[in-house]
């Protein structure tokens, strides 16, 4: 996505470098208002739900993606915790509670020509009592893999992450 205008004033963008060794930005050319428009990465709280060497996949019901397995979740709102938007996500996604959570690793991805990059943040974490996930317009299906035999992931950070995963169990 390009952004031409400035949000403050309308004034044109262009691209500055602010800093020695860091990309250029975008910035108002009106100097009264010298506006930086940062570009940063979109954050979002995805969760490993496990049983034993066993990982939760979803089958994606919306693109990106569309009908390729992954770890389920989603991005933050504006001004959420974490913790608080993957608990949001899983329930929303899946119809069920998480419990235990635990910071798996956090990584950067890329996701689409709108959102480039996301900052991706992995919890692991087990279902609440005996409920079973459910199927939604966002997930049309789920299925426990084991971490030995799991299909392609469409996200890298989503490999990384169940790499990550595995080290921790293991050691």
């Known amino acids: 996505m390009r952004f031409h205008f400035c949000p403050k004033c309308g004034g044109a963008?262009?691209?500055?470098?602010l800093e020695a060794k860091h990309p250029a930005q975008l910035v108002c050319k009106n100097r009264a208002c010298g506006y930086?428009?940062?570009l940063n990465s979109t954050p979002a709280a995805v969760a490993l739900i496990t049983k034993g060497d066993?990982?939760?996949l979803a089958k994606r019901g919306t693109a990106p993606k569309k009908g390729e397995w992954s770890l389920p979740g989603g991005f933050l709102e504006n001004g959420e915790e974490p913790l608080k938007g993957m608990r949001r996500e899983i329930k929303e996604e899946?119809?069920?509670a998480v419990r235990?959570?635990?910071i798996v690793g956090i990584?950067?991805?890329t996701y689409t020509?709108?959102?480039k990059h996301v900052l991706v943040i992995f919890y692991q974490v087990k279902l609440s009592g005996r409920s079973l996930p459910k199927t939604t317009k966002e997930v049309t299906a789920t299925r426990w893999f084991s971490v030995h035999a799991l299909p392609r992931l469409p996200f890298d950070s989503h490999r990384r992450a169940i790499e990550a995963w595995k080290k921790m169990i293991t050691q």
């Open 13 to 17: 963008l262009k691209n500055k470098v």
């Open 36 to 38: 930086v428009f940062y």
């Open 54 to 56: 066993k990982v939760l």
């Open 94 to 96: 899946l119809g069920v």
């Open 100 to 102: 235990d959570p635990r």
């Open 107 to 109: 990584f950067v991805d």
């Open 113 to 115: 020509a709108e959102i």
